[in-house]
């Protein structure tokens, strides 16, 4: 019975690797070609302290700057609903990150922070910028404040969109992070319905998520070495305690943030208004994670008067919500 028993264990273990290996073909995902992206999704490219960016440069060439940086595996298009309308008085740049979009990986395996904000000062000492008002969503938020911290002459106004930069409760600072071991699979397969979720959770409402969206963004996450890009910053990534950095911002900041944020809570908030003292914060009704996706028109405003003159009176406001 021993014989039989360990006979039918190897059978169906057997059976099981041949599953597992079956499983792994069918949800197998290889890179799309960086032609077809390219063509599909415009963009200018400059390299940049050895990174090739893709990037877009609108508006008049002598009007005030304005850089969007956008957040963690998103790339330039998700500015696309507030590009437009900044770029009729302001110069309006934004790019893929290192490691993101068709900037894709960096030669240099440096997904730093400091690298990331060592890039975007090179960008705009080519493009012949010497100040901007610089704007940034979750992760580009985070590179954004640290920025303007390190370079406070460059930076004319500071926007924060659900800015990322402090540690959720039960984490600590100054402690690698632990990559969970379905994002380890990333660079083998992509599965359309799982991204598909993660993006609606960055949603108010998840029925504003259109499926042209999530075709961008599957596409992005496609290119050329983007997969092992993502995991190489997450694995890079060490949170250390903002406050003193962010107490160094005498640039005026405004803070948006969804009163529906999934992914970074609006309470996140407080923490930037007790450190920083020139910051304001205007709450989204009925908006998540992403605002300028989700609704432009109606997020775009606050940030049109902030630029235009500092804007906001008060330290909160709410922005009315739709009728």
Known sequence: MAGRGVKIMGRVAGFAVLASATLSVWLYTPDKPRAGL????????????AVRLRLRDSGPRDAPAVILLHGFGASLETWDGWAGPLSQRYRVIRFDLPGFGLTGSDPTGDYSDARSIRVLAGL??????????????????????????????????????????????????????????????LPYTAPRGMLKANLAAAYARPERLGEATVTRYRDMMLAPGVRRAILARMDQ??????????????????????????MIPISNAADYLRVMPTATLVRLPDLGHLPFEEDPARSLPPLERFLADGGVRTRTSRQNPQP
């Open 237 to 262: 990534t060490i949170l250390r305690d903002p406050v003193p950095v962010l107490a160094r911002i005498k640039t005026p900041t405004l803070l948006i943030w969804g009163e529906k944020d999934g």
């Open 38 to 49: 390219a063509a599909a999704y415009a963009g200018d490219y400059r390299t940049v302290d």
């Open 124 to 185: 705009m000492d080519q493009l012949g910028i010497a100040r901007a008002a610089i704007v940034g969503n979750s992760l580009g938020g985070r590179i954004a404040w640290n920025f303007a911290a390190q370079q406070p002459d460059r930076v004319s106004r500071l926007v924060l969109v659900s800015p990322d930069g402090f540690a959720s409760p039960g984490f600590e600072y100054e402690k690698a992070p632990d990559v969970p071991l379905m994002m380890k699979a």
